[in-house]
């Protein structure tokens, strides 16, 4: 059995990642109606999930080499959809909560291994098959604006999407599990089992430290544009709620582009080159997101930012890890910490912004993020050799 196996359980599982991920909000005005959620609540369901995300990705930079991670992958899928099937019953917000912490934990260590097998599956390509990975993640982010709306046309009710995701994730560890258990395989599969990794070793790097930076603005850039757009079109700009969600297919489809392609550009232009027109890129979208409420500038602007943020991920994490390829799974912890960082900052700080001002002024969040992210992207490509 070849690599290919464990490789297609893994994009497999970041394609159902990026479909959950974008889900919430999708979703968001909806769930806000029926269990009358106040902008500073969703807010908060952001963060929490933010938060559990961070706790998860700490967990699993430490100790995810110690295990099966196939079969570790499998049983966290499994988990995953067990919490999305209580969350889809839920009748109160206050019952939401708790469950969304677990929702974001679990989803962060299963983010964590999927780099983590990865980087060591592909070594010699590494860059290029981790923006594989995250071109299915963003497959994923783009397919659910898509599959949504059509299932809205037959069941207009918020929980059937989460519940469907719930389903392919129990086949989705299914498949897992069986690869997991092939000797064949295991070697790849499996950590060093070896001590836990250290945080504090990879941060008295100065280069490290930026990575991290760089990735709490990525993550206010990308989640605060994931989770408010679909209501900044609808309560701010006017548009119907599904207009707002096939514009943010814009997004998507954008991010999708740019991480199918952004590992042909490398022929030609460096890696501190190309993270600095990327990051350009996605600052250009983000005010143009703002400056005009058009169709055609809202496209436009979706699809900039989503060209510019998207291959930036796998670019930075691929460019860190080589590196230091040894701490290869606190790395990728430590890059999720900073996206969940910046997820928690933007949604904690847009619901907050939203409820005093109005969601059309709080939507600045995300061109402010983009500036900061561009800003940390130039201070970490003058730190490569």
């Known amino acids: 059995m070849s690599r290919f196996q464990p490789t297609a359980a893994i994009f497999s599982g970041f394609f159902l990642l990026g479909n959950l991920i974008i889900l919430w909000g999708m979703l968001l005005p909806d769930m806000a109606q029926s269990l009358q959620m106040a902008p500073v609540i969703s807010g908060m369901f952001f963060s929490l999930m933010s938060a559990g995300t961070i706790v998860g990705a700490v967990i699993g930079g430490k100790y995810v080499q110690k295990f099966n991670f196939l079969h570790l992958f499998a049983s966290l899928a499994l988990a995953e959809a067990v919490l999305l099937g209580l969350l889809s019953f839920v009748s109160h917000w206050q019952l939401l909560l708790p469950l969304i912490v677990l929702v974001g934990m679990t989803y962060s260590v299963m983010f964590t291994i999927g780099h983590t097998l990865i980087a060591r599956l592909y070594a010699d390509r590494r860059a290029a098959m981790m923006g594989l990975m995250d071109f299915m993640f963003s497959l994923g982010t783009l397919t659910a ?129 190309l993270m600095r027109i990327l990051s350009g890129c996605a600052l250009g979208g983000a005010l143009m997101l703002i400056l005009a409420h058009s169709y055609p500038t809202l496209v436009l602007g979706n699809f900039a930012l989503g060209i510019g943020i998207g291959g930036l991920f796998p670019l930075l994490l691929s460019t860190a890890m080589d590196l230091d390829a040894d701490n290869g799974p606190v790395l990728s912890g430590l890059a999720n910490i900073g996206t969940s960082v910046g997820f928690q900052f933007a949604g904690l700080v847009t619901g907050f912004w939203a409820q005093q001002a109005g969601i059309l002024q709080a939507f600045m969040m995300v061109p402010l993020a983009c500036g900061w992210l561009l800003v940390m992207i130039w201070l970490f490509a003058a730190k490569q050799p």
């Open 145 to 273: 604006p898509l599959w949504v709306v059509v299932l809205y046309w037959y069941v207009a009710d918020w929980r059937w999407p989460v519940r469907l995701i719930a389903l392919a994730m129990v086949l989705m560890a299914a498949y897992s599990w069986r690869l997991g258990a092939h000797k064949v395989v295991q070697h790849h599969a499996a950590g060093s089992k070896g001590k836990s990794l250290s945080y504090t070793a990879v941060l008295r790097k100065p280069v490290f430290v930026i990575l991290l930076l760089a990735m709490i603005g990525y993550g206010a850039a990308e989640w605060g544009q994931g989770n408010w757009f679909v209501s900044y079109a609808v309560n701010g700009a006017g548009y119907s709620t599904e207009d707002a969600r096939l514009l943010l297919a814009w997004f998507t489809g954008g991010m999708v582009l740019s991480r199918l392609g952004f590992a042909l550009l490398l022929r030609w232009l460096s890696a501190p080159a």
